[in-house]
């Protein structure tokens, strides 16, 4: 089976300019979460949805905003970026809608530079 | 407020050196879920290990195995003999139950593990 995918995997952007970062969760998997990682840092919790309601958000500005497909695949878009939205982008699948029930199931992440 | 502390930011060890990496917590949560995820260079965080707060029983699996104190909010993973397949960047993460927290993983820094020839 194949395990969670994410596109493109990387990106460089312009201060300003608006991004779109997709994810396609594993197969059977209604729970997408998302993460950001900057360099030498843990990741930090951005959104989760959940049979394609947003179920959580984290501590990240109103630029930040994200949806979830019939297909459960989903987008996170960013808009008006800062040199400090440069980073690694994960997006994670999980089976139920916490994580104490199913882990979660990370992707290769989505690396985006902000010039 | 949930917070991991991973205190040692790199290890460098031999191969066949056993090795552990520490994980401090705190949570208000009476339930909670203690994570392990390991990170290679390629950038994929690899799911290791879920312990529940009830569960305080140390954990083996092959070469890894796992030491949880709660009366030290302690969640200690330990790899025997390690390989320089092991090279990576280690994550101990916290899920706690209330508060509307329970659907999120709150992440340590990590600690970058190097293993030499």
């Known amino acids: 089976d194949a395990g969670v995918t994410q596109s493109p995997t990387h990106l460089i952007k312009t201060r300003g300019q608006q991004v779109t970062l997709r994810c396609s969760p594993i197969s059977g998997h209604k729970s997408v979460s998302w993460y950001q990682q900057v360099l030498g840092q843990g990741p930090q919790f951005i959104f989760q949805?959940?049979?394609?309601?947003?179920?959580g958000r984290g501590n990240f500005p109103d630029r930040f905003s994200a949806r979830q497909f019939p297909n459960y695949s989903s987008e996170l878009n960013v808009n008006a970026l800062l040199l400090g939205d440069s980073a690694l982008y994960l997006c994670?699948?999980?089976?139920?809608?916490?994580?104490?029930?199913?882990?979660?199931?990370f992707g290769n992440g989505t690396r985006l530079t902000v010039t | 407020a949930q917070k991991v502390t991973q205190a040692q930011t790199e290890i460098s060890v031999v191969e066949k050196e056993d090795v552990t990496l520490d994980c401090v917590y705190e949570?208000?949560?009476?339930?909670?879920?203690l994570f392990w995820y390991k990170q290679p260079p390629s950038g994929e965080l690899v799911f290791l290990i879920r312990?529940?707060?009830?569960?305080?029983q140390n954990e083996i699996s092959g070469r890894y195995s796992w030491n949880f104190q709660k009366s030290t909010s302690s969640f200690n993973f330990t790899i025997t003999a390690s390989q320089v397949v092991d090279s990576a960047v280690y994550f101990c993460?916290?899920?706690?139950?209330?508060?509307?927290?329970?659907?999120?993983?709150?992440f340590g820094k990590g600690t970058l593990l190097t293993v030499n020839p």
């Open positions: 994670a699948s999980s089976l139920t809608r916490e994580s104490r029930n199913s882990p979660l199931h």
């Open positions: 993460a916290l899920s706690g139950m209330g508060g509307g927290s329970n659907y999120k993983l709150t």
């Open positions: 312990r529940n707060s009830f569960d305080e």
């Open positions: 949805y959940y049979e394609k309601e947003e179920r």
């Open positions: 949570t208000r949560d009476t339930t909670y879920y």
